[in-house]
């Protein structure tokens, strides 16, 4: 995607609410996830993201995507790339997500909003409002 003046802001909102998810998929083994990918083991990738996703989101918001990569070197730590669409209400957002030993990392390829607004500032805080809505809320007992 050709990177504008609203993408890092995006992107900062989105990394933000998949962080959980993220965790989720960084406590998986490494080598697993770079073997289901050299293996193209592709629906098997696809049932891991659900499952860390389901945690979090409404079913069908985090999702697979096409594919991803890896890096695996032998002086360096491993390092995958696994290809996200997240659709919440209205948006639709195709990302790379990379996942490493101490860190995770979200770029945006593209973002398509249903009914986009002529200010991209109205998209943002849409693109904002939508991920909110499509979390599942915790409530703690005393709210129940």
């Known amino acids: 995607m050709k ?16 962080s959980p998810v993220a965790t989720e998929l960084r406590l998986l083994d490494a080598g697993d996830l770079i073997s289901l990918l050299r293996l193209e ?7 891991l993201v659900s499952s860390a996703a389901e945690l979090y989101f409404h079913p069908g918001t985090v999702s697979f995507g096409a594919g ?6 032998w002086s360096g730590q491993p390092e995958v790339v696994l290809d996200l669409e997240i659709k ?30 002529d200010d ?3 998209n943002t805080a849409f693109l904002a409002k939508s991920l909110q809505e499509a979390k599942f809320v915790r409530m703690s007992a005393s709210q129940m």
Do not use: N
């Open 41 to 47: 083991c592709y629906s098997s990738l696809a049932d």
């Open 88 to 117: 919440p209400r209205g948006v639709s957002v195709y990302a790379r997500l990379t996942i490493a030993d101490q860190k995770a990392g979200l770029e945006i390829d593209h973002i398509s909003f249903q009914e986009p607004s």
């Open 120 to 122: 991209p500032d109205d």
């Open 68 to 73: 991803g990569d890896y890096k695996l070197e």
């Open 3 to 18: 990177k504008c003046t609203y993408s890092t802001e995006r992107e900062e909102i989105v990394a933000q609410a998949i």
